[in-house]
């Protein structure tokens, strides 16, 4: 078998499951880059060397060889990219192809009725929505808007990042946690608008005022950077809140482990947020908006993780109030939470999964998981998604 998965550029969200790949097949896999990274992504920490990765091969180097690649393979993994030309070949012959998205429509589905978007959806996907062509949803809200434009009917699959996955031994991990006399709080991420950094700062505040003793550690930079450090001099939390500047991946996970609690405040402009994935398998009890696209697929409110309501920061504060009146919730959702990475979200799970999904495509029958990767993902309208997690949780309950 021969896959062949093609991107704008690796990085260490994608490395592990392309890792798991090439362990399976070898040479048979290969990744394709289709240009350079950003040099803003170099600076957050995400730089990395892909020539050194033996599985990597660069569009813009040998253009022939890749497009080789593309036509031959048995499955062809499109991930985002600006390259259309490149698969055309493979979309008219029909051959296999599963395509792997975010949102279409992260402002709003109101842009679904644009006329010129609508042909180019209809180009590049509605199409071929009777070909052998299907779709990973990289969130929850992919589907709705895959279905606005009538493609993938019935062939939508979970899917996500896979950041690395640590595994540990029974309480190992929680034991190298601090006690809960001092609750350890991490928010990582670029300190911009969509993601709500001010957020950490209010509840720091709230927190304090009271009388819950806390740190806050505060991972990234950006462009509200000075507004934030404004903040935590005029709400005088200097000694509540470490600021680090831009780390490592390696070194995020380091600090997590230390945590208790894991704050994810970005809005719906945040396609799926893997620092979750991180924060998950770091065994922290996590407080993520509903909007962002992950949160559907991994958390289930109460068992593994709490969500709140659309962006809304009394929700956001109540959450967060809750763990510190019922400490015992915090590694009891730890725990979950890092069962739901080390069990079933997790790259290699993922692996497995699409090898078993290509068993099924050639004999017919395509019979998906119950959940995870490659499980259905459900049509759900943006504006009933966090009442439907709400329902689970309490259906789950009963």
């Avoid at 994608?14 to 097949?25: A, G």
């Avoid at 842009?111 to 990289?138: D, Q, W």
């Avoid at 956001?316 to 990475?341: H, N, P, S, W």
């Avoid at 080390?342 to 998981?369: C, D, V």
């Amino acid at each position: 078998m021969k896959i062949t998965m093609i991107s704008n550029y690796i990085n260490h969200h994608q490395i592990p499951f392309s890792d798991e790949l090439y362990d399976k097949i070898g040479d048979d896999y290969c990744f394709i880059q289709t240009e350079p990274m950003e040099e803003e992504r170099v600076k957050m920490g995400w730089g990395l060397d892909a020539s050194k990765i033996p599985y990597v091969k660069f569009l813009y180097l040998d253009e022939e060889a890749c497009r080789e690649k593309i036509r031959t393979c048995d499955i062809l993994l499109v991930g985002w990219m600006e390259r259309e030309d490149l698969i055309k070949e493979r979309l008219s012959k029909n051959l296999l192809t599963i395509r792997i998205s975010e949102r279409l429509y992260r402002e709003g589905q109101y842009k679904a009725i644009s006329p010129r978007g609508l042909i180019r959806k209809y180009k590049e996907h509605t199409k071929y929505r009777k070909s052998n062509v299907y779709l990973l949803c990289a969130g929850a809200y992919v589907p709705s808007d895959f279905h606005l434009v009538r493609a993938y009917p019935d062939k939508m699959y979970r899917f996500g990042y896979f950041p690395k996955t640590r595994y540990y031994k029974e309480n190992e991990l929680f034991e190298k946690k601090p006690p809960l006399t001092a609750v350890q709080i991490v928010w990582a991420g670029r300190f911009m608008a969509l993601k709500h950094p001010e957020f950490v700062t209010k509840i720091a505040k709230d927190l304090k005022e009271a009388g819950y003793t806390f740190h806050i550690h505060m991972i990234g930079s950006g462009e509200l950077e000075k507004q934030v450090k404004d903040e935590i001099q005029n709400f005088g939390l200097q000694e509540e809140i470490t600021l680090y500047g831009f780390l490592s991946p390696e070194e995020v996970r380091d600090i997590m482990e230390t945590c208790h609690i894991h704050l994810f405040t970005s809005n719906y402009l945040e396609g799926w947020g893997a620092v979750v994935n991180e924060g998950m398998n770091s065994g922290l009890a996590e407080v993520v908006n509903s909007e962002v696209g992950c949160a559907p697929f991994l958390i289930k409110h109460g068992k593994n993780g709490l969500i709140y309501r659309e962006g809304d920061y009394p929700d956001f504060r109540d959450c967060v109030i809750r763990l510190f009146q019922e400490k015992e919730m915090i590694t009891r959702l730890g725990k979950e939470a890092y069962r739901t990475i080390t069990e079933e979200w997790n790259a290699k799970h993922a692996a497995e999964e699409l090898f078993r999904f290509y068993e099924g495509f050639q004999n017919g029958a395509i019979i998906p998981p119950l959940g995870g990767p490659f499980s259905k993902a459900p049509v759900i309208a943006p504006r009933k998604m966090y009442r439907r997690m709400i329902e689970e949780q309490k259906k789950g309950t009963e």
